[in-house]
C-alpha cells in the first residue's frame, strides 16, 4: 500500500477515536469538594482552575538581578481549566491549555497569559459545561466528534518552528497562536491528506532549523507511527508512516545525528472508559524499540528491551555503532498512567515519584540488543539539555527534583546531572516551593558548551505567588541569579520554549 492510501485510510477510520468513550457519570470528582480542599493544602493551587484574572499583562517584581545578555520570551504551556458547571477532570492531562508568555529584557520582566482557544474550548466555554471526551476522564453525555481535533486542549507544550509559535498535544493537530498577544490563529494542516493527524507535543530540531515529530496512531483507534519532518520556515511536512509489532505508548522521543529513537511500552486496555482509564502497562512484556534512519524514515529497526516506562528523554548520541539514550524512566506504573491523581482530588498522596530513575538505554546496533542501566539520580522528570553539547555525548541534564524535604508531593529543586557518572549538583528551592521544567538557554557568543543559564518557573505555595527563575547553568548549586514574582499562583504548566529577542 502507498503512502498517500496508506494515510487515506487511517483518515477514513479516525471517526472510531480511541478517546471517544461510553458515557458513565463522573462519581466524587466535584468542584466544591476540591475547593475545600485546596484551602488546606495551598499546594493544590498547581491543580486549580485558572483565575481569568491573572490573563492581563502585568510587571512581575524583580528579586536579584538579570543577567544583562539574556533577553526574549520564555512561553509555557499547560492544562489550566478542569472543572465546568460543578464538575472537574480526574486526568491532569484533560485541562484545556493555558500559554503564558514571561518577556524577559531591559532588566525587567513582563507576563502575560491567555488559553488557547481551540474548538473544544470554544464550545464548552459556550455552553458553560463538558461536552467532549476526554484523554483521562469520561464525559457524561459526550458528543459525537468527527476527528481528534474536536477534543484538541492544546495543553502540553509550545515550540517555535520558523516563525510559527505552535501549541501542541499528543493526539491531534499543532495549534498556531500569534506570539505577541498569543491570540489562537487555528489549527495547522500540512496538507490536506494529513489534516487532524497526531503531531506529538515534542518535536527535535535540526541545525538547520527544520524538525524531527511523531504522531501515535493509536489514540485514532489505528495503529502505527507517523514521523513527522517539518520545514525550517515552519510551512511544510511530510509523514511518514510506520507498523508497529504491537500496541505500545510513548510521549516522546530521542534523536542523534543520523537516527531517531522510538521507545514502546506495551500496554492493554481493560474495561470502558477514556483511553488512560482503560490503559494498563504490560510490565510482563519486553519495551520495543525502533531505531529510524533519517534518511530512511520508512526502514525503521526493531529491538526489544526490558520493559520501559517512559515520558520523557534526554539527550542521545552515537559511539561506534552504539547509541546511548538517557530516558527517565518510570517504575510506579500507577503514576505514570495518571500523574498526580491524588492532587487532582484535592487529596495529598502519591505525586511525583522519587522511584523515577535516570536510565541509559543502550543500544548494540551490531549485536541487535538494547538494554537499559539505571543510574543512582532519581526523583526528576521533564529533562532538558544543551543540544550541542548531547551531539558531543557530554551534555549535562537539567530536571526538576523532588528532595525528602518536599512539603508537596511534587519537585522542590532543580538538578543538574552528569549523567555518565550518575552525580547531581542541586539546588533546593525550599519545601514550600514548586519546581517546573527549566530550560537551558545558551549565552550568545559562548564558547564552551553548557555556558548559559536555565530559565524555569515556581510555585510559591506558602507566599501564594508563581514565579520565573534564572540560574547559571555552570553553577546550579549557587541558588537564583535572579528570580521574577506574580502577587498570585498560576496552575503548574508541562512544556515552554525560550524565544530569544
Do not use: C
Request: proline fraction near 7%; avoid cysteine.
Amino acid at each position: 500500500m502507498d503512502r498517500r492510501r496508506f494515510l487515506h485510510t487511517l483518515l477514513a477510520g479516525g471517526a472510531a477515536l480511541a478517546l471517544a468513550p461510553r458515557a458513565r457519570a463522573l462519581d466524587g470528582n466535584d468542584a466544591p469538594s476540591f475547593a475545600r480542599a485546596r484551602a488546606e493544602r495551598p499546594w493544590l493551587a498547581g491543580w486549580s482552575s485558572v483565575d481569568p484574572a491573572s490573563f492581563a499583562p502585568a510587571q512581575a517584581t524583580l528579586e536579584g538581578r538579570l543577567p544583562k545578555d539574556l533577553a526574549g520570551t520564555l512561553y509555557r504551556n499547560g492544562p489550566a481549566l478542569f472543572e465546568r458547571a460543578g464538575l472537574r477532570y480526574r486526568h491532569w492531562f484533560d485541562g484545556d491549555g493555558l500559554l503564558r508568555a514571561w518577556r524577559i529584557g531591559g532588566g525587567a520582566v513582563e507576563h502575560r497569559a491567555r488559553m488557547v482557544q481551540t474548538s473544544k474550548f470554544v464550545r464548552e466555554q459556550a455552553a458553560g459545561r463538558f461536552l467532549l471526551p476526554a484523554a483521562g476522564t469520561t464525559i457524561p453525555d459526550a458528543l459525537p466528534v468527527r476527528n481528534n481535533d474536536d477534543v484538541n486542549p492544546a495543553n502540553t507544550s509550545v515550540v517555535r518552528i520558523g516563525t510559527r509559535l505552535l501549541a501542541l498535544w499528543e493526539g491531534g493537530s499543532a495549534i498556531e497562536v500569534e506570539p505577541g498577544e498569543l491570540a489562537t490563529r487555528g489549527p495547522v494542516t500540512w496538507r490536506p491528506e494529513l489534516a487532524a493527524l497526531p503531531f506529538s507535543a515534542h518535536p527535535l530540531f535540526e541545525r538547520d532549523g527544520s524538525a524531527w515529530n511523531f504522531g501515535s496512531l493509536d489514540l485514532i483507534g489505528a495503529s502505527g507511527l507517523l514521523v513527522w519532518r517539518v520545514a525550517a520556515d515552519g510551512r511544510t511536512a511530510n509523514a511518514t508512516p510506520i507498523r508497529t509489532p504491537q500496541p505500545g505508548y510513548l510521549h516522546s522521543f530521542a534523536m542523534t545525528e543520523r537516527h531517531l529513537v522510538f521507545v514502546l511500552a506495551p500496554y492493554r486496555r481493560e474495561g470502558e472508559g477514556a483511553f488512560f482509564e482503560r490503559l494498563r502497562f504490560a510490565a510482563d512484556q519486553p519495551a520495543l524499540v525502533a531505531v529510524v534512519p533519517k534518511d530512511a524514515p520508512d526502514a525503521p529497526r526493531w529491538l526489544e528491551a526490558d520493559f520501559g516506562a517512559v515520558y520523557h528523554f534526554g539527550d542521545a548520541f552515537e559511539r561506534g555503532r552504539e547509541i546511548v539514550v538517557h530516558a527517565v524512566r518510570h517504575h510506579d506504573l500507577a503514576e505514570m498512567r495518571a500523574p498526580m491523581a491524588a492532587a487532582m482530588r484535592g487529596e495529598a498522596g502519591g505525586g511525583a515519584s522519587r522511584q523515577a530513575v535516570l536510565s541509559a538505554l543502550r543500544i548494540d546496533l551490531d549485536r541487535g540488543r538494547a538494554r537499559w542501566h539505571d543510574t543512582e539520580v532519581r526523583g526528576i522528570e521533564f529533562p532538558t539539555f544543551d543540544a550541542p553539547a548531547a551531539r558531543a555525548g557530554s551534555a549535562r541534564l537539567y530536571a526538576p527534583m523532588r528532595t525528602a524535604a518536599a512539603a508537596a508531593p511534587y519537585f522542590d529543586a532543580v538538578a543538574a546531572i552528569d549523567a555518565r557518572r550518575g552525580r547531581a549538583e542541586v539546588h533546593a528551592y525550599g519545601p514550600d516551593v514548586l519546581a517546573e521544567e527549566h530550560l537551558f538557554v545558551p549565552r550568545p557568543g559562548r564558547r564552551r558548551a553548557g555556558e548559559g543559564w536555565l530559565v524555569g518557573t515556581l510555585l510559591d505555595a506558602r507566599r501564594g505567588r508563581s514565579g520565573l527563575v534564572v540560574l547559571d547553568a555552570e553553577r546550579v548549586g549557587d541558588g537564583p541569579l535572579a528570580q521574577a514574582w506574580l502577587p498570585r499562583t498560576m496552575p503548574l504548566g508541562f512544556h515552554g520554549a525560550f524565544v530569544p529577542a
